[in-house]
Structure formats: structure tokens, C-alpha cells
């Protein structure tokens, strides 16, 4: 009897936790709403749904080596699958799955996400911040004649440019005076301070200086926007990166500015040498100011502050260029004065979103290797909800016609292994639902699937029962036979079939893991219950029916 007791206590107890696992909670989703993006509060059940179930994208990200190869992948995505973890928990997707796949892949699955442009470059962004002053020695207008005779030289290329000459010449001849005037991007700068002095600088009328044209402080030049391509291409050129200035490189501006009919993108010469990076930054949030519009404010830990102090102090009335990878975000202010731990980056026009984007992936941290893309699938909502109700019409078709098979069948003990299979659905659903585990399509399939093995195991159990009653032995006698003798098959068959479901979600992705999940739940669920709690069933019965002769089974 006290036996009984330990078994009912302990039965008891799970379906208590289960409950407790599975009882509505109130989280906080991420939704669209009117075209804005919005956080709700909601109750619900804290069972997470998979991509093919709610809708979102899927995207694979690998190393990019494009620019430089990469000795240790693996190790690369390992440090890598930590700061777009961080990203992602910060972008506010409700139960996003982000693994490493293989030793080459990362796989990210963003339910609910339906902006995924916004998406992409948050886990794309590489986030490396650097603080470098602009060139005051104009080394670039020295260079100049020497990158004309080198691009000159290429003959092809040079010819290819030349067909344009004229045109560019008048831009050449229009942009100081445009200056002159004061455009917008210049008023929305508060620290730039000085006027317009410098003349462009087309001396030579070679191929590159006739595209690129002295801006409005040293180290700022400007280049029309449909030109920034060809200009990309002459700096490309192995002699031309060859001559450039020693200890100087140029950054893109990741802005653009609108000069009356034209459209020029900034070209910066800074120094190599970054006075700081972003490996000090401790904190970053958006912000809109009168002056300045959009802007991240960012706060370095007290050594970074220390460092920026010290670097800033030798560089007070110079420009300094805020590099976010290896693009100069707005245009560089100039240090009025030493700067501590607190700092600010203007977003030149963005919107707050950006801001918010930016600050998100600052805090998170830059990646240790640039990522691409190597695929990405969008899944509407439509589809999952569509996937939720078929799904949920095959489990109740499937736990119906188990449940008549049972109960027709094997009678008395039939409903013993239907009320097992009651508590079989919910010891799975909160396996599933304790463990974070994400419900998927397959995962639909595999719960389905689970309910026949769990009934499975029964059956054994009930024929072997059948047989020991035949052979004339009592009920008592053979219902423990019957447990004893099936144990073994039920035992080796659950293994196999756990086993099977530990290699598929070792190596499988997405749904199919999603699959697996549900599949070694449900069969541990349903081994529990078909030889634990149908026995205990069966014991109860016994001990409140003594001297029973018969078993309706």
C-alpha cells in the first residue's frame, strides 16, 4: 500500500508541474500594428511556435571571406553566434532560435518578423566603431597627380572616364559656389565652425581629380554620386593603392548630401591610426536632439574614457571622424575640447528606427567576423495559421480514433490506457513547454505520431496481460506478469526510437529539430505512462476491488 502511495504522490506531482508549466503567463509580443512596430502584453499558454507556425524569416549566415580569408570558421562562428544572440534577444523577437549549424553555418528563424530588411542588416551589421582624425596635411592633394599618371597608364580605363569629362567639369566649377551658400547638411553640424575656404582643386584634370573635389575642411572631399563607382574602381587599382598617402586611408561617407540638383557622397582622408575604438563602449541609446536631429549617445567604460580624454585632448580643434564599418557616420564634427566616457554619433537625417538599430547592435558588441547572407526564406503567417489548424484537426482525429480502437477493444483496461493518454498529452506538452522547446510543423507530426507509440506500448502490455490470464494464473498474478515480460520490448523500442531522435536533432535544422524535440518528448512521456501510470491505474483498481476474479480486458 505504500507502495501505491509513493506511485500516486509522484503521479500527482508531475501533473501538478505540468500545469504549473503550462499555465498562461503573460509575456510581451512584438507586433505591427498600423505599419509601426509595438510591443503588446498578452496571456498565453508559454508554448513556443516555430517559424512554419507563426510566419517570419529564416536566414543562414556564413563568413564572409571576400575580403580576407578566415583560418578557423568554426571558432569564428562561435564567437560570432554570441553577439547575434545578443542582437536578436535585443531586437525584441518573441522566441527567435539562433544555432550554429555544422562548423560553417548560423542559422537564425525570426517568427512574427515581417520587416526583413531591418532584420538583415541588424544581424549583418559588423559594428566595428573606430574614432579617426581627418588629414590636415592635404596628403591626398599631393597624391593627386601621381594617382592620375598611374590610372593614366591603365589606358582602358582612363579612356572610359574621359567620356564624361565635360560634364564633371561644370560640377567641378558649380560645387564651391554651392558651398559658398551654406548647405543644409552644414547647418545641421553645430560643431563645424569654419567657412567655406577651400577652392575645389582640379589642377590636373587627371582622370581621378577631376572626381574628386576639395570639401569643406582638410581631409573632407566630395564626389558626385554617380561617380563614386568609377572612383571606386581607380582607387581599387594595385598601383593607385600602392601610391596612396602612407599612414592615411579613405573612408566613405555613409551619407549623402543633396547640393541643389546633385547628389554627393563625402570622401574622408584619416589618419590609419584610430585614437579609440568601439572595444571600450559600454552603452549606447538613441536619441533626437534640436540641432542635430537623430543621434546614438554612447557612454565608454572608464578606461576607454581615460584613453578618449587623453586623445582627444592632443586634437582639440581637429576634425574627428566616427567610423562605423569603415563607413563615417554624419559628418565629422570637430573637438572643441577633450571628451570623457560620454560621446554621441549623428545619424545625418536617419529616422529613430535607425538610431535604435544602431544602438542595439553597438551594445551587443561588434562582430569578430564579417557575415553574409547565404540564404533567406520568408514564411507568411497565413501558412502557419493554416499549418496550426490542420495540424490540430489530425491530433484530434488521431486521439479519437485511438481512443475508440481502446476503449472498443480492450474495454475496462482500454480506459486505463485512455486516461494514461490524457496524462501522456500533457506530461509532453509541458516536457515541451519547461524546456523552451519550439513547436513546429513536423513537431505537430511527431506529437501525432508519439500518440499511437504511446498506446503502442499498451497493447503489449494488454495481450501479454491476455495470455498469462489464459495460462489460468489470477488477475494480480498477471497483470504484474504482463508489465514484467512486455518491459523489455517497450524498453528497446523506446531507445531505438529515442535514439533516432537524438541524431536527428544533432544534425538537423529547423523543423526537422524541431521534429525531433517532440519526438524524444513524446516518447519519454509515453514510456512513463504506459508503464508507470497504467500499472498505477491498475493497482488502485486492485486495491479497491478485493477478491476480484475477472479483468475486462
Given at each position: 500500500?505504500?507502495?501505491?502511495?509513493?506511485?500516486?504522490?509522484?503521479?500527482?506531482?508531475?501533473?501538478?508541474?505540468?500545469?504549473?508549466?503550462?499555465?498562461?503567463?503573460?509575456?510581451?509580443?512584438?507586433?505591427?500594428?498600423?505599419?509601426?512596430?509595438?510591443?503588446?502584453?498578452?496571456?498565453?499558454?508559454?508554448?513556443?511556435?516555430?517559424?512554419?507556425?507563426?510566419?517570419?524569416?529564416?536566414?543562414?549566415?556564413?563568413?564572409?571571406?571576400?575580403?580576407?580569408?578566415?583560418?578557423?570558421?568554426?571558432?569564428?562562428?562561435?564567437?560570432?553566434?554570441?553577439?547575434?544572440?545578443?542582437?536578436?534577444?535585443?531586437?525584441?523577437?518573441?522566441?527567435?532560435?539562433?544555432?550554429?549549424?555544422?562548423?560553417?553555418?548560423?542559422?537564425?528563424?525570426?517568427?512574427?518578423?515581417?520587416?526583413?530588411?531591418?532584420?538583415?542588416?541588424?544581424?549583418?551589421?559588423?559594428?566595428?566603431?573606430?574614432?579617426?582624425?581627418?588629414?590636415?596635411?592635404?596628403?591626398?592633394?599631393?597624391?593627386?597627380?601621381?594617382?592620375?599618371?598611374?590610372?593614366?597608364?591603365?589606358?582602358?580605363?582612363?579612356?572610359?572616364?574621359?567620356?564624361?569629362?565635360?560634364?564633371?567639369?561644370?560640377?567641378?566649377?558649380?560645387?564651391?559656389?554651392?558651398?559658398?551658400?551654406?548647405?543644409?547638411?552644414?547647418?545641421?553640424?553645430?560643431?563645424?565652425?569654419?567657412?567655406?575656404?577651400?577652392?575645389?582643386?582640379?589642377?590636373?584634370?587627371?582622370?581621378?581629380?577631376?572626381?574628386?573635389?576639395?570639401?569643406?575642411?582638410?581631409?573632407?572631399?566630395?564626389?558626385?554620386?554617380?561617380?563614386?563607382?568609377?572612383?571606386?574602381?581607380?582607387?581599387?587599382?594595385?598601383?593607385?593603392?600602392?601610391?596612396?598617402?602612407?599612414?592615411?586611408?579613405?573612408?566613405?561617407?555613409?551619407?549623402?548630401?543633396?547640393?541643389?540638383?546633385?547628389?554627393?557622397?563625402?570622401?574622408?582622408?584619416?589618419?590609419?591610426?584610430?585614437?579609440?575604438?568601439?572595444?571600450?563602449?559600454?552603452?549606447?541609446?538613441?536619441?533626437?536632439?534640436?540641432?542635430?536631429?537623430?543621434?546614438?549617445?554612447?557612454?565608454?567604460?572608464?578606461?576607454?574614457?581615460?584613453?578618449?580624454?587623453?586623445?582627444?585632448?592632443?586634437?582639440?580643434?581637429?576634425?574627428?571622424?566616427?567610423?562605423?564599418?569603415?563607413?563615417?557616420?554624419?559628418?565629422?564634427?570637430?573637438?572643441?575640447?577633450?571628451?570623457?566616457?560620454?560621446?554621441?554619433?549623428?545619424?545625418?537625417?536617419?529616422?529613430?528606427?535607425?538610431?535604435?538599430?544602431?544602438?542595439?547592435?553597438?551594445?551587443?558588441?561588434?562582430?569578430?567576423?564579417?557575415?553574409?547572407?547565404?540564404?533567406?526564406?520568408?514564411?507568411?503567417?497565413?501558412?502557419?495559421?493554416?499549418?496550426?489548424?490542420?495540424?490540430?484537426?489530425?491530433?484530434?482525429?488521431?486521439?479519437?480514433?485511438?481512443?475508440?480502437?481502446?476503449?472498443?477493444?480492450?474495454?475496462?483496461?482500454?480506459?486505463?490506457?485512455?486516461?494514461?493518454?490524457?496524462?501522456?498529452?500533457?506530461?509532453?506538452?509541458?516536457?515541451l513547454a519547461g524546456f523552451g522547446a519550439v513547436l513546429t510543423l513536423p513537431g505537430l507530426a511527431g506529437l501525432v505520431l508519439t500518440v499511437g507509440i504511446a498506446v503502442d506500448a499498451n497493447v503489449l502490455i494488454f495481450e501479454r496481460i491476455r495470455e498469462e490470464l489464459d495460462r489460468g494464473k489470477t488477475v494480480r498474478t498477471s497483470i504484474d506478469e504482463g508489465f514484467k515480460h512486455a518491459w523489455s520490448a517497450i524498453l528497446d523500442t523506446s531507445v531505438t526510437t529515442i535514439l533516432g531522435g537524438a541524431v536527428l536533432y544533432q544534425y538537423g535544422t529547423g523543423p526537422v529539430k524541431g521534429f525531433a524535440v517532440t519526438l524524444i518528448a513524446g516518447i519519454t512521456a509515453s514510456l512513463f505512462c504506459a508503464v508507470f501510470v497504467t500499472k498505477t491505474f491498475y493497482l488502485i483498481w486492485l486495491a479497491r476491488s478485493k477478491n476480484v476474479q475477472t479483468l475486462s480486458i
Open positions: 500500500m505504500s507502495n501505491l502511495k509513493y506511485r500516486v504522490a509522484l503521479i500527482v506531482a508531475m501533473l501538478v508541474a505540468s500545469v504549473w508549466a503550462l499555465f498562461p503567463r503573460t509575456v510581451v509580443e512584438r507586433v505591427k500594428r498600423d505599419g509601426v512596430f509595438a510591443f503588446d502584453t498578452v496571456r498565453r499558454v508559454p508554448l513556443k511556435r516555430g517559424l512554419d507556425l507563426q510566419g517570419g524569416m529564416h536566414l543562414a549566415l556564413e563568413v564572409d571571406e571576400s575580403k580576407q580569408a578566415v583560418a578557423d570558421k568554426s571558432d569564428a562562428l562561435d564567437r560570432a553566434l554570441k553577439v547575434v544572440r545578443t542582437r536578436i534577444d535585443e531586437f525584441g523577437v518573441s522566441e527567435p532560435v539562433v544555432q550554429k549549424v555544422g562548423n560553417d553555418r548560423i542559422i537564425v528563424e525570426l517568427p512574427g518578423i515581417d520587416d526583413p530588411k531591418r532584420a538583415e542588416d541588424v544581424v549583418q551589421k559588423s559594428a566595428f566603431l573606430q574614432f579617426q582624425i581627418t588629414d590636415e596635411t592635404q596628403a591626398l592633394d599631393k597624391a593627386l597627380p601621381r594617382l592620375d599618371q598611374i590610372i593614366r597608364e591603365r589606358g582602358g580605363v582612363g579612356a572610359t572616364v574621359a567620356a564624361g569629362d565635360t560634364t564633371k567639369s561644370t560640377q567641378v566649377a558649380a560645387l564651391p559656389n554651392l558651398f559658398a551658400k551654406g548647405d543644409s547638411a552644414s547647418k545641421g553640424d553645430s560643431s563645424k565652425t569654419d567657412s567655406v575656404t577651400s577652392a575645389l582643386n582640379p589642377t590636373t584634370g587627371g582622370p581621378l581629380s577631376k572626381l574628386v573635389q576639395a570639401g569643406q575642411f582638410p581631409g573632407e572631399y566630395m564626389v558626385a554620386e554617380k561617380d563614386v563607382r568609377t572612383v571606386e574602381g581607380y582607387l581599387a587599382l594595385p598601383g593607385v593603392q600602392g601610391a596612396l598617402p602612407p599612414g592615411k586611408m579613405l573612408r566613405w561617407s555613409g551619407d549623402t548630401l543633396s547640393i541643389g540638383a546633385q547628389i554627393f557622397r563625402p570622401l574622408y582622408v584619416v589618419d590609419a591610426r584610430p585614437i579609440i575604438t568601439g572595444e571600450y563602449l559600454q552603452n549606447a541609446k538613441p536619441n533626437n536632439t534640436p540641432i542635430e536631429g537623430t543621434v546614438v549617445e554612447f557612454e565608454l567604460n572608464n578606461e576607454g574614457g581615460r584613453r578618449f580624454r587623453s586623445e582627444t585632448g592632443k586634437h582639440v580643434g581637429d576634425y574627428m571622424a566616427i567610423v562605423l564599418d569603415d563607413k563615417v557616420m554624419g559628418r565629422p564634427p570637430v573637438i572643441q575640447s577633450a571628451i570623457g566616457t560620454r560621446g554621441q554619433i549623428t545619424m545625418g537625417g536617419r529616422d529613430l528606427q535607425d538610431a535604435q538599430d544602431l544602438a542595439l547592435v553597438l551594445r551587443a558588441g561588434s562582430l569578430p567576423v564579417p557575415l553574409k547572407i547565404a540564404e533567406v526564406r520568408q514564411i507568411g503567417a497565413s501558412l502557419g495559421q493554416d499549418s496550426i489548424s490542420k495540424g490540430g484537426l489530425a491530433m484530434v482525429i488521431a486521439v479519437g480514433l485511438v481512443i475508440a480502437i481502446m476503449i472498443g477493444y480492450y474495454r475496462f483496461s482500454g480506459m486505463l490506457a485512455v486516461a494514461a493518454l490524457v496524462l501522456y498529452v500533457i506530461f509532453t506538452m509541458a516536457i
